[in-house]
């Protein structure tokens, strides 16, 4: 959002129903608190089919657009807010590239996934996509903005 500090984004995070079901949550979420970034929304829901197709718009009309809203909608999902420095880019490289084969040990999709169709989590790829998800996502009254003490240790 607008009123963040200089260099300090916001980005939408969601761990698909594929990580809820296997278990990995904790250890993903642990991932982005370990890099440094801030939590500043948090749910666990199922999401419905209309939020979805919303928030793939951008792959409506691909081959993969209703087997993905099937998949994201077979289950509970979390969704996430993450504050940081650069956070787009970096929460993009945490998670790795979108096909888990080629994505390299030391990812989330690169260590913890093996076939696109199941790849556990997404990120946003842009300034536009994480202003739009997060607004599409979260309520305003449900992120939170927060001092993180260890910052200073960080930052
Ligand atoms: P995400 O949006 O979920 O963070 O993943 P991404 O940017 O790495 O990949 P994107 O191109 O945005 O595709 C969104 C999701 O659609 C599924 N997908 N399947 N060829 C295929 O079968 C195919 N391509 C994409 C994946 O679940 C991908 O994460
Ligand atoms: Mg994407």
Same mark, same amino acid.
């Given at each position: 959002?607008? /009123?963040?500090? %200089?260099?300090?984004? *916001?980005? +939408? ?6 990580? =809820? #079901?296997? $278990?990995? &949550? ?28 919303? /928030?793939?718009? %951008?792959?409506?009309? *691909?081959? +993969? ?6 998949? =994201? #909608?077979? $289950?509970? &999902? ?78």
């Amino acid at each position: 959002s607008s /009123h963040l500090p %200089e260099g300090i984004e *916001r980005t +939408f995070v969601m761990i698909k129903p594929d990580g =809820v #079901q296997r $278990g990995l &949550v904790g250890s993903i979420i642990s991932r982005f608190e370990q890099k440094g970034l801030k939590l500043v929304g948090l749910k666990f829901m199922h999401a419905s089919e209309c939020l979805l197709r919303q /928030h793939y718009a %951008e792959h409506e009309g *691909r081959p +993969f657009f209703e087997p993905l809203v099937k998949y =994201v #909608q077979s $289950g509970p &999902v979390v969704a996430m807010v993450l504050e940081g420095p650069d956070a787009i880019k970096v929460g993009r490289l945490l998670i790795g590239t979108t096909d888990p084969s080629k994505s390299p040990p030391g990812t989330i999709r690169g260590d913890l996934a093996l076939q696109t169709r199941k790849n556990l989590i997404h990120g946003s790829d842009s300034s536009e996509s994480a202003q739009r998800e997060i607004e599409l996502w979260f309520g305003q009254r449900e992120l939170v903005g927060w001092e993180k003490d260890s910052d200073k240790w960080l930052l």
